[in-house]
């Protein structure tokens, strides 16, 4: 089975500031078909997940362009370019049915 | 858009089965490319995948919950169903149903519902 291990856990910053959460599968997720289906879920407090990410850099309908993906085969990060007040929530990376453990972004 | 709502009972007692019903609007449950999920989350905790059924009927679950679960579509009222048995309190948590496209591209879990609180407690 596939584990997720995200870092950090919790990661407190300051307005305006940029934020970096990475992501480590414990095997490459890189399909028979060519595509990695690496996502990312954004879960602000007392909210349904929404998802933000797709395919490791594809944003999502409506997503802002602060947020980006990146990365290959077993690592991959997501960053927040200027945080803003309304990011505060926990962060999922996602893939093959199994979610990591969440990173929780707070303002400084 | 689609829109989702899950309803069922809220407190379920040890031993007995947990039943969920997730209503689709927006679209129609047996469009090519769909499957509807189910995912959990016990209070302050991570999600947890419980499975999904395509829309072709093919379910997954997760393994292990595999022998406690049913998921299943009535396309006639446009919804798809949880069933899991011999509950204890460790399945006490937020429900949530979802949706997943796989077309020309693919999004998984693209909408959710709001999500329904059960508890398992005599």
């Known amino acids: 089975d596939i584990v997720m291990t995200q870092t950090p856990l919790s990661s407190p910053v300051t307005l305006g500031q940029p934020a970096s959460i990475s992501c480590r599968s414990s095997?490459?997720?890189?399909?028979?078909?060519?595509?990695?289906?690496l996502s990312w879920l954004q879960q602000r407090p007392g909210q349904p997940p929404r998802l933000l990410i797709y395919?490791?850099?594809n944003r999502f309908s409506g997503v802002p362009d602060r947020f980006s993906g990146s990365g290959a085969g077993t690592d991959f990060t997501l960053k927040i370019s200027r945080v803003e007040a309304e990011d505060v929530g926990v962060y999922y990376c996602?893939?093959?049915?199994?979610f990591g453990q969440g990173t929780k972004l707070e303002i400084k | 858009q689609l829109q989702l709502q899950e309803s069922g009972s809220g407190l379920v007692k040890p031993s007995q089965t947990l039943s969920l019903t997730c209503a689709v609007s927006?679209?129609?449950?047996?469009?090519?490319?769909?499957?509807w999920s189910w995912i959990r989350q016990p209070p302050g905790k991570g999600l947890e995948w419980i499975g999904y059924?395509?829309?072709?009927?093919?379910?997954y679950y997760n393994p292990s919950l595999k022998s406690r679960v049913t998921i299943s579509v009535d396309r006639s009222k446009n919804q798809f169903s949880l069933k899991l048995s011999s509950v204890t309190a460790a399945d006490t948590a937020v429900y949530y149903c979802?949706?997943?496209?796989?077309?020309?591209?693919?999004?998984?879990?693209?909408?959710w519902g709001q999500g329904t609180l059960v508890t398992v407690s005599s």
């Open positions: 059924i395509y829309h072709s009927g093919s379910t």
């Open positions: 979802a949706s997943s496209y796989c077309g020309g591209d693919c999004y998984p879990l693209d909408y």
């Open positions: 095997q490459s997720l890189v399909h028979s078909d060519g595509n990695t289906y």
């Open positions: 927006g679209g129609s449950i047996s469009s090519g490319g769909y499957s």
């Open positions: 996602m893939a093959e049915y199994t």
């Open positions: 395919k490791i850099s």
